[in-house]
């Protein structure tokens, strides 16, 4: 298994235990540890990178939407709101994980098509059609596109 698909899988099963500690408090099961609602627990495991991402963009005089979250979920917390803001990061940490997956997945198909372009084609030349690599076609150049029996010419 590839390093990429198993950061990929760390990050869903990282995902699917935090919704599970949501779910957990939201039924009450798992409501409150040592005093502290466990819903301030998931919001601050749930949003570590969100809250570092934020932190860091700060540092660097950059205005990001994780700031605008992290306002807001600070902004919940201290209005004791702890399910709200457990619930917003835990829809961000679904949110990147899909963002992630739709990239991977649009990246792999990228490299699909690449793979799959003709390395080599045929341009006309002094009235001859000449097989050349791709790479050194030239603009104004006119090539020949072959399709079943037929053939086109197209310019460049």
């Known amino acids: 298994m590839d390093e990429e698909r198993q950061e990929r899988i760390r990050y869903y099963s990282f995902a699917a235990f935090v919704g599970a500690l949501l779910l957990l408090n939201v039924t009450g099961v798992w409501k409150s540890i040592f005093g502290i609602d466990t819903a301030v627990i998931i919001t601050l495991l749930a949003g570590y990178k969100t809250f570092h991402n934020s932190i860091s963009a700060l540092l660097e005089k950059r205005i990001s939407a994780d700031i605008a979250l992290c306002v807001a979920v600070i902004a919940a917390l201290s209005l004791g709101e702890y399910l ?6 835990f829809i ?3 949110g990147e994980g899909l963002e992630s997956y739709a990239a991977g997945r649009t990246e792999a ?7 799959h372009l003709p390395r ?3 341009v006309l030349r002094d ?3 000449v097989e050349v690599p791709a790479e050194s076609l030239l603009a ?3 090539i020949v596109v072959r399709a079943g029996l037929s053939s086109r010419l197209w310019s460049l």
């Open 92 to 94: 961000v940490l679904v």
């Open 127 to 129: 009235g001859e059609t």
């Open 84 to 89: 709200a803001a457990a619930e917003a990061m």
């Open 120 to 122: 080599r084609a045929n």
């Open 140 to 142: 104004g150049e006119v």
């Open 109 to 115: 198909a990228i490299l699909k098509f690449v793979e």
